[in-house]
């Protein structure tokens, strides 16, 4: 049997080796810095590179995410101002935008 992921939107910052303090924000307790910065998720510590991005996932919980995948799994969203979250949903699903619609 396959699965198709479900749409979920993600906040995500990228880790740039200059951005602790906007990370540190965006995570709080989650991550620790001593010359490594390491991320605790639910399944343990990881240590994200620069480069990597920091995704909060669906439960709030924060993760590293190496940006190959990032770029193949996650794109910008844009905003669907005059449409119904199942409208949005249906739209994002097949892959058109509001000027489209």
């Not at 995570?27 to 399944?43: F, Q, R």
């Not at 190496?66 to 739209?91: G, L």
């Amino acid at each position: 049997m396959q699965y198709y992921k479900k749409p979920v939107v993600v906040e995500a910052i990228q880790w740039t080796g200059r951005n602790l303090e906007e990370l540190q924000n965006f995570v709080g307790s989650a991550l620790t810095y001593d010359e490594k910065l390491i991320i605790h998720t639910l399944e343990g510590d990881h240590e994200a590179k620069v480069g990597d991005y920091i995704i909060k996932g669906v439960q709030g919980e924060f993760y590293p995410c190496k940006p190959e995948i990032f770029a193949k799994t996650y794109e910008a969203v844009e905003e669907y101002p005059t449409c119904n979250e199942s409208t949005r949903r249906d739209m994002e699903l097949r892959k058109i935008t509001h000027r489209e619609f």
